[in-house]
């Protein structure tokens, strides 16, 4: 995938397919780690493209969801104004994981 949608200095981290989970709708595209951001960029086979990209010093936390309230494969990314976005992963945990640790250094 392209990424000259990164910024100067920026590295990135981590890339995966995923879901972003919008009003009970999920949206296919990648989402990727960077050492600044979490970004979702939905792929071009959507009707309607979504661009999320979070500063990762606005994350507050990590938690998990079930995607209608059954399947336990949702990851909820938690801002510091209160909002949520919501994305389904492969690996939950281990995303979890990264990017508790990246925003423990994010300044």
């Not at 590295?11 to 009970?24: C, I, N, V």
């Amino acid at each position: 995938m392209k990424t000259d949608w990164l910024r100067q200095n920026e590295k990135l981290l981590f890339e995966e397919g995923a879901s972003y989970f919008h009003k009970y709708v999920a949206v296919g595209g990648n989402l990727f780690l960077t050492d600044q951001r979490l970004i979702f960029i939905s792929s071009a086979a959507n009707q309607h493209q979504h661009l999320i990209d979070i500063n990762l010093h606005l994350i507050r936390g990590v938690e998990y969801f079930k995607t209608l309230f059954m399947n336990p494969n949702g990851m909820a990314i938690l801002l510091s104004d209160g909002q949520m976005e919501n994305f389904v992963v492969d690996d939950k945990k281990a995303w979890k994981s990264r990017v508790e640790k990246m925003i423990s250094h994010a300044v």
